[in-house]
Nanobody
Framework: VQLQASGGGVVQAGGSLKLSCVVS????????IGWFRQGPGKERKGVSS????????FYSDSVKGRFTISRDNVKSTVYLQMNSLKPEDTGVYYC??????????????????????WGQGTQVTVSS
């Protein structure tokens, strides 16, 4: 399984970015996908996730109402639309895949330990 995150960059506060995570090597529709953020000198924390069937999603309190996660299984891609960006959103964003088929298809995992595979990360910098 390989995950390729892209779309990061430098943006002013209040701006927007759209991250993409392309998943290859597996059939994506049995994998929940999550986005995690690691700020400078901070631990990696969950930002958003989407269940394998796409019907459930999770957002951390810090991004709720500003970020939107979506998935396109035909393109094997998960997106994170980030609006109204703040300086505290700065960090490396990682996407991760967790195998949740059948009975777990409605579950949007929130913890790093619930994911099996990780991408390399993309840097997001929000200037004030």
């Amino acid at each position: 399984v390989q995950l390729q995150a892209s779309g990061g960059g430098v943006v002013q506060a209040g701006g927007s970015l759209k991250l993409s995570c392309v998943v290859s090597g597996v059939t994506m529709d049995v994998y929940a996908i999550g986005w995690f953020r690691q700020g400078p000198g901070k631990e990696r924390k969950g930002v958003s996730s989407i269940s394998s069937n796409g019907e459930s999603s999770f957002y951390s309190d810090s991004v709720k109402g500003r970020f939107t996660i979506s998935r396109d299984n035909v393109k094997s891609t998960v997106y994170l639309q980030m609006n109204s960006l703040k300086p505290e959103d700065t960090g490396v964003y990682y996407c991760a895949a967790g195998h949740w088929p059948l009975g777990g298809s409605h579950y949007a995992p929130t913890l790093a330990g619930e994911y099996d595979h990780w991408g390399q990360g993309t840097q997001v910098t929000v200037s004030s």
